[in-house]
């Protein structure tokens, strides 16, 4: 296993006989009072415990390690609600049960998402062509008509996730930097929004008895 430096300062270094001295409940007493030299030992000393279990979860050298960075962290932003009626181990561990679980939920989010995109972006508001059929052009029409007032009446996120992915055909790394997201919360922002306008769009179509 690669031990990656210490995200706490310092040097990363291998647990050794010395930080037996504290025990791991004095050790969080003296990180809760601002010793951030005790949290360095409780990472030292229970790092590769926290990857053994990491590996399960995602079994990949590099997904791992970066689960234990994250639980570390939020670990540490979380002391003030340790209690010592547990082992401070089964405690990390909890953490990183939830975050590998949280994790493993968002990787399926995104996979679905893009398996939506691939099939087609706004395949449920597609009207066909009818280029030799002036009654179907009319209709055609109607319907962009009315494509184009709802998506104006559209709360401003959702409506700007529609115009900049289906209508500008915005990258979504280019979306994510305008709403200050990541390109994964991007991607759920546009498929929320075509959700939004799906719902304004489904009773006016039933209303004058067109189909998706």
Known sequence: MRLEPSPFGGKSREFDTTFGADTDDALVNRARSGDFSAFEILFERHRNLVYRYAYQMAPRRDDAEDIV??????????LHRYRDEA??????LRITANYGTDRARMSTRRQNLEQQEAAGALTWMTVGSGEDDPIENLEQARRKAMVREAIQNLPENHRNAILFRDIQEMEYDQIAEYFGCTVGGAKLRVLRARRALKDRLMPLLSESGGEF
């Open 69 to 78: 960075q994250e639980v570390f962290i939020r670990a540490y932003q979380n």
């Open 87 to 92: 082992k401070f181990t089964t405690w990390l």
